[in-house]
């Protein structure tokens, strides 16, 4: 199983982006998909999951300015952030939970830069 994730880039403070990321292998079920990002010195934050049943979460700092949706017959999460500030500059990592046929297990993507200049 690989978690293949797109997009990022370079943008301006208020602009937006998407990032795309896509679990694909020998795949029996997703529980969770969901972003983390880890800023330079720093420890890795959860952004935001979503459940197999479209039950989201975020963290306090994205809150009302991203939105993670999911489209389970593809296995893709997807990540639009709006009105980016330049403390959202952070590689983003794609995380997903699932069962594949060795098991149950996290899997992680291999990380997309995001940078928000001021």
């Known amino acids: 199983v690989q978690l293949q994730a797109s997009g990022g880039g370079l943008v301006q403070a208020g602009g937006s982006l998407r990032v795309s990321c896509t679990a694909v292998g020998r795949i029996f079920s997703i529980y969770s998909m969901g972003w983390y990002r880890q800023a330079p010195g720093e420890q890795r934050e959860l952004v935001a999951t979503?459940?197999?049943?479209?039950?989201?979460s975020y963290s306090d700092s994205v809150k009302g300015r991203f939105t993670i949706s999911r489209d389970n017959p593809k296995n893709t999460v997807d990540l639009q952030m709006n009105s980016l500030k330049p403390e959202d500059t952070a590689v983003y990592y794609c995380?997903?939970?699932?069962?594949?046929?060795?098991?149950?297990?996290?899997?992680w993507g291999q990380g997309t830069q995001v940078t928000v200049s001021s």
């Open positions: 995380n997903a939970k699932l069962t594949d046929w060795i098991g149950t297990d996290d899997y």
């Open positions: 979503i459940t197999s049943d479209g039950s989201t």
